[in-house]
């Protein structure tokens, strides 16, 4: 597999995900999650498809490898046969990622140096009164979800556009049926468009041609009403990511654990940073219709993680030290039958920038230990996965270089 980072500037305004909050207003997340990265992928390739057209020209939303003459001449041919293993992640903005839950900014000016609190927490440290390392002023929680390259708020320019409701019977316009969709903006400024990244992680038969790089696709379309004219991006960039994760890996556990003192010595302890929304399968633990204490939730927790650590082959015992996050409980209904009347069971789902500290046996890392953890961190944690929930990083070295607390 490869790891493909490659770089969108957005054509025109995004409307991916999101909430309805009401009957006439649909707000746009702050990204676009991997699904519907790949829902586009299969859209894309559907609308190219030459065997679709002349041999089995029945309407159908699923990407299946037809096998025909038409096959061999197509651009598509290996992303086709090859389409489930592709792993993808979700399209956030240039340089962006969330912030950690255990971060404070500057309550009265964000540009100032963050504060992580996490070694503070592993260390102990005895109660003190925290406050901007810049300017002695109060802290308080990023505004924001997202920080930038300098680890300051990101703040997406936003775009409202108004739509006026079809009628279904004359297919005219329906009256008293307008309604507002807010879009994520395709500039940055009045110089610069939006620009986005995601890495892929593409089988090597997929995307080399004759030894080199090559990605078929231009332009493609996110998320919602991409009929319409909205979520159309075009592919400025695209490279392979050739850094080498086993000594990077090394070097971020060696200086996360320095900063802890107050551990025990014959441990090893790894934080795992979501970078993603990820569903744990919490579910299959704990309910929603009932209160649990925190060491439920803890237990909860680690049961979950195991499974991913199993995955990968890594059945050593561990610890299960700290977990500082956020949940969601999130359900829709099932219309597979075309049919709402089925609603789906609520799902625990962890949100991006949560924290979760494990401890396992120092002399592991010496050995094929490190490897595991590689694919953890290549795999990443929970359900669903390959579409980018979930994704993680071990050993961040944001808590290394904010932290406080510190003996």
Request: one cysteine or more.
């Amino acid at each position: 597999m490869m790891k493909v980072k490659i770089i969108f500037e957005a054509l025109s305004p995004l409307l991916a995900g999101g909430r309805k909050q009401n009957n006439n207003y649909i707000r746009s997340l702050e990204y676009i999650p991997g699904n519907v990265v790949r829902a586009s992928l299969v859209q894309h390739i559907l609308d190219n498809c030459i065997a679709l057209d002349y041999e089995d020209n029945t309407f159908t939303n699923i990407l299946e490898f037809k096998n025909s003459e038409y096959c061999k001449k197509c651009t598509y041919i290996s992303w086709c046969k090859n389409f489930d293993q592709i792993k993808l992640t979700n399209i956030k903005a240039k340089g962006c990622s969330p912030w950690s839950k255990t971060s404070l900014l500057c309550k009265y000016n964000s540009s100032h140096r963050p504060v992580d609190l996490l070694h503070k927490s592993l260390n102990a440290t005895q109660a003190e009164k925290l406050v901007c390392p810049d300017c002695s002023e109060r802290l308080e929680s990023p505004p924001t979800k997202f920080k930038n390259e300098k680890n300051t708020p990101q703040s997406f320019k936003r775009q409202l556009i108004t739509k006026g409701g079809i009628d279904a019977t004359t297919g005219t316009n329906a009256q008293g049926r307008l309604y507002s969709i807010d879009t994520i903006a395709d500039w940055q400024s009045i110089e610069q468009r939006l620009l986005m990244e995601t890495t892929w992680d593409i089988p090597e038969n997929i995307a080399l041609n004759e030894q080199s790089l090559k990605i078929p696709f231009d332009v493609l379309r996110f998320g919602a009403y991409t009929r319409a004219g909205l979520g159309k991006c075009r592919i400025i960039d695209y490279y392979t990511d050739n850094t080498d994760v086993i000594s990077n890996l090394k070097e971020r556990i060696n200086a996360f654990n320095k900063k802890i003192t107050k551990k025990s010595k014959d441990k090893i302890y790894l934080s795992l940073d979501l970078q993603s929304d990820a569903d744990l399968n919490l579910d299959q633990y704990i309910t929603t219709d009932k209160y649990y204490s925190n060491n439920e939730y803890m237990q909860a927790i680690k049961n979950s993680i195991k499974e991913s650590l199993n995955l990968i082959e890594i059945d050593e015992e561990f610890e299960l030290i700290d977990f500082i996050g956020e949940y969601e409980i999130r359900r829709g209904w099932d219309t597979r039958m075309g049919t709402a009347e089925k609603m789906i069971a609520p799902v625990i789902w962890t949100l991006a920038g949560s924290v979760i500290v494990l401890a396992f046996n120092k002399e592991l890392v010496d050995g094929s230990f490190i490897n595991k953890l590689v694919n953890l961190e290549s795999n990443g944690i929970g359900k669903n996965t390959e579409n980018g929930c979930g994704e993680i990083i071990i050993c961040n070295d944001f808590h290394v270089k904010y932290s406080v607390g510190r003996d």
